[in-house]
C-alpha cells in the first residue's frame, strides 16, 4: 500500500487568465485593490483512495472554496478548487495551503505556498483648464469682448497612486504659471492668471509636468475664447465682404440712376 497526496497551489493577478505557481517571492506583480484568485490543486499521488479531504491556508478562509471539496480522492484523481477576488495588500504577501487526507486511519499531507507583490498603481497627473470658467476645449469657447479681463483657471489632480513633487504648469502663450512643491495621491491644486481679451479667435494650451523620483509624468488641456475685431477686415472676416461692398454699391447704383434720368431729361426738353 502507497499512499501519497500532492498540493500545488496557483496565484492569479489577471482575472484568471493564466496562473502561476508562484513558490517563491515576490510573485507576480499587481496593482493594490485589484483582484487576486488562488487555485489548489490536490493530487492523490497513491495507490489508495483517499477520504476526509481537507484543505486549509494560513491566511484565508476557504469555507467558499469552488468547487467544494470531494469527500474522497481515488488514486490518481485531481481536484482543483479556487477561492477569489481577494483584494491584493501592498507589498509582499505569502501565503500557504494545506492539503489532507486519510487512508485506512492514516493521515496524508502537503503543503504549497503561493506569492504576489501588491504595487501601488502607477504615477499619473491630470490638467484641467478654464476660461472664464468655462472648460472651453474646442473652439469658439465663450464670447469675451476685446479688450475685457480673460482668468484662466488651471487645476491640477494627482491621478495615480504614488505622491508627486516639482509640479510645474506652463502655458504655451503666457509661459510659466505657477509651481507646486508636492501633491498628494488624489490631492489637487488650484492655479490662476488674468489677462486682457484680443481680437478675433484665441487658443492656448496648458501643460503640467510632476515627478515621481526620477519618473516623469505630464499632461495638457487646450481652451479657448473669441470676439469679433475692432474693425472688419478683408482678411479676417471674408463672409463679411458682402457686407461691406453692399452700401457702396447701392449708393453707386443711386448716382448711375441719377445721372440716367437727368440724361433722359435734358433729351426731352432738346
Same mark, same amino acid.
Given at each position: 500500500?502507497?499512499?501519497?497526496?500532492? #498540493?500545488?497551489?496557483?496565484v492569479?493577478?489577471?482575472?484568471?487568465?493564466?496562473?502561476?505557481?508562484?513558490?517563491?517571492?515576490?510573485?507576480?506583480?499587481?496593482?493594490?485593490?485589484?483582484?487576486? =484568485?488562488?487555485?489548489?490543486?490536490?493530487?492523490?499521488?497513491?495507490?489508495?483512495? #483517499?477520504?476526509?479531504i481537507?484543505?486549509?491556508?494560513?491566511?484565508?478562509?476557504?469555507?467558499?472554496?469552488?468547487?467544494?471539496?470531494?469527500?474522497?480522492?481515488?488514486?490518481?484523481?485531481?481536484?482543483?478548487?479556487?477561492?477569489g477576488?481577494?483584494?491584493?495588500?501592498a507589498?509582499?504577501?505569502?501565503?500557504?495551503?494545506?492539503?489532507?487526507? =486519510?487512508?485506512?486511519?492514516?493521515?496524508?499531507?502537503?503543503?504549497?505556498?503561493?506569492?504576489?507583490?501588491?504595487?501601488?498603481?502607477?504615477?499619473?497627473?491630470?490638467?484641467?483648464?478654464?476660461?472664464?470658467?468655462?472648460?472651453?476645449? =474646442?473652439?469658439?469657447?465663450?464670447?469675451?469682448s476685446?479688450?475685457?479681463t480673460?482668468?484662466?483657471?488651471?487645476? &491640477?489632480?494627482?491621478?495615480?497612486?504614488?505622491?508627486?513633487?516639482?509640479?510645474?504648469?506652463?502655458?504655451?502663450?503666457?509661459?510659466?504659471?505657477g509651481? &507646486?512643491?508636492?501633491?498628494?495621491?488624489?490631492?489637487?491644486?488650484?492655479?490662476?492668471?488674468?489677462?486682457?481679451?484680443?481680437?478675433?479667435?484665441?487658443?492656448?494650451?496648458?501643460? &503640467?509636468?510632476?515627478?515621481?523620483?526620477?519618473?516623469e509624468?505630464?499632461?495638457?488641456?487646450?481652451?479657448?475664447?473669441?470676439?469679433?475685431?475692432?474693425?472688419?477686415?478683408?482678411?479676417? =472676416?471674408?463672409?463679411?465682404?458682402?457686407?461691406?461692398?453692399?452700401?457702396?454699391?447701392?449708393?453707386?447704383?443711386?448716382?448711375?440712376?441719377?445721372?440716367? %434720368?437727368?440724361? %433722359?431729361?435734358?433729351?426731352?426738353?432738346?
Amino acid at each position: 500500500m502507497n499512499l501519497g497526496i500532492d #498540493l500545488t497551489k496557483y496565484v492569479s493577478v489577471n482575472n484568471q487568465t493564466s496562473w502561476d505557481d508562484a513558490n517563491s517571492a515576490p510573485g507576480p506583480s499587481i496593482v493594490i485593490g485589484k483582484g487576486v =484568485y488562488f487555485k489548489f490543486r490536490i493530487q492523490n499521488t497513491g495507490n489508495v483512495t #483517499l477520504t476526509g479531504i481537507n484543505l486549509t491556508d494560513t491566511v484565508y478562509n476557504l469555507a467558499g472554496i469552488n468547487p467544494g471539496l470531494p469527500a474522497s480522492l481515488a488514486p490518481n484523481a485531481t481536484y482543483e478548487g479556487i477561492i477569489g477576488p481577494i483584494a491584493a495588500t501592498a507589498g509582499n504577501h505569502t501565503n500557504t495551503g494545506n492539503a489532507t487526507g =486519510y487512508a485506512l486511519g492514516s493521515p496524508v499531507s502537503d503543503t504549497d505556498p503561493a506569492n504576489y507583490f501588491g504595487s501601488p498603481p502607477p504615477p499619473a497627473i491630470n490638467i484641467e483648464k478654464y476660461t472664464n470658467g468655462q472648460d472651453a476645449d =474646442y473652439a469658439p469657447g465663450p464670447y469675451i469682448s476685446i479688450n475685457s479681463t480673460v482668468t484662466w483657471t488651471y487645476i &491640477v489632480t494627482n491621478i495615480g497612486g504614488v505622491n508627486l513633487t516639482g509640479i510645474v504648469v506652463t502655458d504655451d502663450k503666457l509661459g510659466v504659471i505657477g509651481t &507646486v512643491a508636492s501633491l498628494p495621491v488624489g490631492a489637487n491644486v488650484t492655479l490662476s492668471v488674468s489677462g486682457i481679451a484680443i481680437a478675433g479667435q484665441y487658443a492656448n494650451n496648458a501643460t &503640467v509636468v510632476g515627478y515621481y523620483g526620477a519618473i516623469e509624468v505630464t499632461d495638457w488641456d487646450p481652451s479657448h475664447y473669441y470676439n469679433r475685431p475692432t474693425t472688419v477686415g478683408w482678411e479676417t =472676416y471674408p463672409v463679411n465682404k458682402m457686407r461691406v461692398l453692399l452700401p457702396w454699391i447701392a449708393l453707386l447704383a443711386a448716382i448711375i440712376a441719377g445721372a440716367s %434720368l437727368l440724361m %433722359l431729361r435734358r433729351r426731352r426738353l432738346n
